[in-house]
């Protein structure tokens, strides 16, 4: 099983597939580790996309598998595509806090040398709320007042 953990910049992602990774046996692929990797200045989208699924499925081969990205609704087809030819269940977690939460976030995490521009923060939290009218099978976390390990759990029950 592949899971891909997405959600807005600031949203946990990376937290969270740590500790997947950390206590729960997953392999993890980060996102940023991967444009810092491919040394891109720019964002890249579709090669960073490209980059994500090509090592989730080299990983597969080995173990579960947790990618932690900004993935928008119309990036997930992508995903979706590539994954299904190679008959691998691919499971998508949501982390969408509250935009409050995200912009108090944002001004203090440590993966980022800077916080993320606030329209930067805006335009993905609009991206994200899309995933509310979909009908895909996704859970959707609002993680804003809730603990990392209780997360944790509800991913886990979900799984």
């Avoid at 080299?58 to 979706?80: F, I, T, W």
């Avoid at 299904?84 to 939460?101: D, F, G």
């Avoid at 709320?129 to 976390?141: K, V």
Wanted: charged share 25%.
């Amino acid at each position: 099983m592949i899971l891909l953990i997405t959600g807005s910049p600031a949203s946990g992602k990376t937290t969270i597939a740590n500790i997947l990774s950390n206590k729960h046996k997953f392999q993890q692929i980060d996102g940023d580790e991967v444009i810092k990797d491919l040394g891109l200045k720019s964002k890249a989208w579709n090669t960073i996309h490209h980059e994500l699924i090509s090592r989730a499925l080299s990983q597969h081969a080995v173990d579960n598998v947790v990618v932690s990205h900004v993935v928008p609704l119309e990036k997930m087809n992508l995903y979706q595509t590539e994954l299904l030819k190679s008959k691998i269940e691919l499971k998508v977690i949501v982390l969408q806090p509250t935009k409050e939460a995200l912009l108090e976030r944002n001004q203090v995490r440590t993966c980022h040398p800077k916080p993320t521009p606030i329209e930067v923060i805006d335009y993905f939290y609009e991206k994200f709320q899309a995933y509310q009218n979909t009908s895909s099978d996704c859970l959707i976390i609002d993680t804003s007042n809730q603990a990392q390990e209780e997360t944790i759990k509800e991913i886990l029950f979900w799984l």
